[in-house]
């Protein structure tokens, strides 16, 4: 079974470009996840999709930031425009739905990350 | 004061060695924790769940003290595939069980 993928694996862009990032999920996962990694930071939640909707995006860091799900398989991060601290790294996390029972020791599978660099 | 709190280290140990981490989380209303494994460059991988009552894989101890709102993993006869950072995860949300929080990671180095 595939895992969660990422594309592209790196990206260097300049200030004030716009990036866009990709997620695929483990299939049949409704749950998916983005999080990021800042130099010599832990890594922080951006926010969470159940299918399509967003059911929490508490960590999106400003507007600058948009995560769409369409279709509720895979996820966009576009990041316009992209500032100097934004660079790090961003890693993308499925997991299975519980259904009706809350699984509070729930998996989430990461992806490899994507590297993203602004100058 | 973070949400999850670890000694960065980095923690140097021969083959063979027993070692410990410690993990701190700031909210008491934490339900869920987990150790997680992350190589260098790469991405992390779940290592184990940890309930409650303690629980063992292989050479691998996890224990969770409520009351002292710390996680500690143990790794025990320890290998030098064992290297890597261990990151600690909590959840921390009441509206959102599936919310993690990461701490910054414990690196671990195993010398022959």
């Known amino acids: 079974e595939a895992g969660v993928t990422q594309f592209p694996s790196h990206s260097v862009i300049e200030k004030g470009q716009t990036v866009t990032l990709r997620c695929d999920p483990i299939s049949g996962h409704d749950n998916l996840y983005w999080y990021r990694r800042v130099m010599g930071k832990e890594i922080k939640f951006l926010l969470h999709?159940?299918?399509?909707?967003?059911?929490?995006e508490s960590g999106m860091p400003n507007n600058r930031f948009l995560a769409e799900r369409t279709g509720g398989t895979y996820s966009t991060l576009k990041v316009q425009p992209a500032e100097l601290e934004d660079s790090g790294v961003y890693f993308c996390?499925?997991?299975?739905?519980?259904?009706?029972?809350?699984?509070?020791?729930?998996?989430?599978?990461f992806g490899p990350g994507t590297r993203l660099l602004v100058l | 004061r973070k949400e999850v709190e670890q000694d960065p280290g980095p923690f140097n140990v021969p083959e063979g060695a027993t070692v410990a981490f410690n993990c701190t989380y700031s909210n008491s209303a934490s339900q869920s924790f987990f150790w997680y494994r992350q190589d260098c460059r790469k991405e992390p991988k779940l290592l184990m769940s940890v309930y409650s009552s303690g629980n063992e894989d292989g050479r691998f101890t996890a224990q969770l003290n409520r009351a002292s709102q710390y996680i500690s993993l143990l790794i025990r006869d320890s290998k030098l595939s064992d290297s890597a950072t261990y990151l600690c995860v909590v959840n921390m949300s009441p509206d959102n069980f599936n919310k993690f929080y990461f701490g910054s990671g414990t690196k671990l180095n195993v010398k022959p």
């Open positions: 999709f159940v299918k399509e909707s967003k059911q929490d």
């Open positions: 996390a499925s997991s299975q739905d519980s259904g009706t029972s809350r699984n509070l020791q729930e998996t989430q599978y």
